[in-house]
């Protein structure tokens, strides 16, 4: 007969590590937020027929400066890429919508011709790979349609979706 094995409750409970040891992972890119979108999601479509959803979410956080309180926004630009950018549940959120986003940071430079000089300015954004609604509007406005004057005025190509 086998001896009876103890449980993990029991005392006296041992059981010995795991033949293998698992490692962290050495690197790790992830964000996750609970914020508040900031306008209706802007939807394009790269020259290439990539479609391209973007976000702003604002998050908020309350500190304290001379013994008063006060609340510090950040916004956060998030884009997604490919049949996720295209799905009506997307693109149907509202501004005032809190969500769930989870994705990684991604760092660019983005360029831009003025007359006849190169302007150049570093871009950070996060590339979502999970979106989700929590909540309804804090504001009612109409949802559904997307802005027609839209400030999505930033040209991306096929090179910046990421694969």
Same mark, same amino acid.
């Given at each position: 007969?086998?001896?009876?094995?103890?449980?993990?409750?029991?005392?006296?409970?041992?059981?010995?590590?795991?033949?293998?040891?698992?490692?962290?992972?050495?690197?790790?890119?992830?964000?996750?937020?609970?914020?508040?979108?900031?306008?209706?999601?802007?939807?394009?479509?790269?020259?290439?027929?990539?479609?391209?959803?973007?976000?702003?979410?604002?998050?908020?956080?309350?500190?304290?400066?001379?013994?008063?309180?006060?609340?510090?926004?950040?916004?956060?630009?998030?884009?997604?890429? !490919? $049949?996720?950018?295209?799905? =009506?549940?997307?693109?149907?959120? /509202?501004? #005032?919508?809190?969500?769930?986003? +989870?994705?990684?940071?991604?760092?660019?430079?983005?360029?831009?011709?003025?007359?006849?000089?190169?302007?150049?300015?570093?871009?950070?954004?996060?590339?979502?790979?999970?979106?989700?609604?929590? !909540? $309804?509007?804090?504001?009612? =406005?109409?949802?559904?349609?997307? /802005?027609? #004057?839209?400030?999505?005025?930033? +040209?991306?190509?096929?090179?910046?979706?990421?694969?």
């Amino acid at each position: 007969m086998l001896p009876r094995r103890l449980s993990a409750c029991e005392p006296g409970a041992y059981y010995p590590p795991l033949t293998k040891k698992r490692n962290p992972p050495k690197m790790l890119n992830k964000v996750t937020l609970i914020g508040y979108t900031g306008k209706a999601v802007e939807q394009k479509y790269t020259p290439g027929g990539t479609a391209v959803a973007r976000v702003s979410v604002a998050t908020s956080k309350r500190v304290k400066k001379n013994d008063e309180w006060q609340s510090v926004t950040q916004w956060h630009e998030c884009v997604l890429f !490919g $049949k996720p950018a295209e799905s =009506e549940y997307i693109i149907t959120i /509202a501004k #005032g919508t809190q969500v769930f986003v +989870e994705g990684e940071l991604q760092h660019r430079k983005f360029q831009k011709t003025v007359g006849k000089e190169k302007v150049e300015w570093p871009v950070t954004e996060i590339v979502v790979s999970s979106f989700k609604k929590l !909540g $309804k509007a804090e504001k009612t =406005e109409a949802s559904g349609a997307l /802005a027609n #004057g839209s400030e999505f005025s930033e +040209e991306i190509t096929d090179e910046d979706v990421p694969c």
